[in-house]
């Protein structure tokens, strides 16, 4: 089940509003988002679409995985990217570096907070954290390096000894 969005970006979808969860129900997502449930029996686990619209990433399709456990809201969901990305905030393992998902989560965060979080990371990528460190010196170094390293990547292509996948929309 893919979840639509009206024009104010709210939640349009087929199963009753009253048998979803209230991180579902309270979603209000940016333009440049989309969730899609693969299976729509199991709304504990989704995809998380993000298409930047600006910055180094504009024009890229990064794909997110969230498990939302039964810990859920007093535990952050677990959450991964899909899509192999040259980021000092990602790892090449689909790691994420931000600081709501781990030692500052607190119940009151959302599914939204996290969203928006990502949405960030891909505008304002933070060197001075990285789970990529050759991304980040490239970032703090050379802006210019590092904004061609993006591009390659996200056409499809190698830096250094990794080969990306296209991810451009």
Same mark, same amino acid.
């Given at each position: 089940?893919?979840?639509? *969005? #009206?024009?104010?970006?709210?939640?349009?979808? #087929?199963?009753?509003?009253? $048998? @979803?969860?209230?991180?579902? /129900?309270? @979603?209000?997502?940016?333009?440049?988002?989309?969730?899609?449930?693969?299976?729509?029996?199991?709304? @504990?686990?989704?995809?998380?679409?993000? =298409?930047?619209?600006?910055?180094? +990433?504009?024009?890229?399709?990064?794909?997110?995985?969230?498990?939302?456990?039964?810990?859920?809201?007093?535990?952050?969901?677990?959450?991964?990217?899909?899509?192999?990305? +040259?980021?000092? /905030?990602?790892? @090449?393992?689909?790691?994420? =570096?931000?600081?709501?998902?781990?030692?500052?989560?607190?119940?009151? *965060?959302?599914?939204?907070?996290?969203?928006?979080?990502?949405?960030?990371?891909?505008?304002?990528?933070?060197?001075?954290?990285?789970?990529?460190?050759?991304?980040?010196?490239? *970032?703090? /170094?050379?802006? $210019?390096?590092?904004?061609?390293?993006?591009?390659?990547?996200? $056409?499809?292509?190698?830096?250094?000894?990794? +080969?990306?996948?296209? =991810?451009?929309?």
């Amino acid at each position: 089940m893919g979840v639509c *969005l #009206d024009e104010e970006r709210t939640i349009k979808q #087929d199963k009753p509003r009253e $048998r @979803l969860p209230p991180y579902i /129900n309270e @979603l209000n997502l940016p333009k440049t988002c989309e969730i899609v449930f693969p299976d729509p029996d199991d709304l @504990l686990n989704f995809k998380l679409i993000i =298409c930047p619209d600006e910055g180094f +990433y504009k024009g890229g399709k990064f794909v997110f995985s969230f498990k939302v456990g039964q810990g859920y809201p007093h535990d952050p969901p677990k959450v991964k990217c899909e899509t192999m990305v +040259y980021h000092p /905030n990602i790892d @090449l393992e689909g790691n994420v =570096c931000l600081n709501i998902l781990r030692e500052d989560w607190k119940p009151v *965060l959302t599914i939204n907070s996290i969203i928006y979080g990502l949405q960030y990371l891909f505008l304002e990528p933070n060197p001075e954290d990285p789970l990529n460190k050759e991304a980040a010196e490239v *970032l703090q /170094n050379n802006r $210019r390096l590092f904004e061609q390293n993006v591009q390659r990547s996200m $056409r499809g292509g190698y830096i250094g000894s990794t +080969y990306f996948e296209r =991810c451009l929309k």
